[in-house]
């Protein structure tokens, strides 16, 4: 299996935020071929003190990083990746990598 994640950051609108990605984009990443699992969370806390280092997390599951590659650069993945301006207003880190 292989997981990509997505960490975004504080958004300027977290309300326009939390409302697009739930009713927009989330249904859009679940058309990507080849996802196995999806989930995401609002609820991102720190282990120690201090403020969470991200809004919201992502992760995607698929069966193998040519998988993920090849959802990616569809054309249901190439429709996510125009998405993400239109709601992640503070920026967005996106790893991937495989599960042992």
């Known amino acids: 299996m ?3 994640l997505v960490l975004y950051n ?3 609108d977290p309300a ?3 409302k697009y990605y739930v009713e ?3 249904p859009l990443a679940n058309k990507i071929p080849g996802i196995k699992n999806a989930r995401y969370s609002f609820d ?3 282990l120690g003190p201090g403020k969470a280092p ?3 997390v ?3 599951d698929f069966e193998s990083e040519a998988a993920l590659m090849s ?3 569809s054309k249901e993945g190439q429709a996510v990746a125009g998405d993400v301006p239109n709601y992640a207003s503070g920026g967005v880190t996106m790893a991937h990598f495989p599960l042992k």
Do not use: I
Request: charged share 25%; glycine share 8%; aromatic share 16%.
């Open 16 to 18: 326009h935020f939390k």
């Open 24 to 26: 927009t984009h989330v």
């Open 58 to 60: 992502f992760e995607a």
């Open 2 to 4: 292989h997981r990509m």
């Open 71 to 73: 959802g990616l650069g």
């Open 10 to 12: 504080e958004p300027k």
């Open 44 to 46: 991102v806390k720190p």
């Open 54 to 56: 991200y809004f919201c």
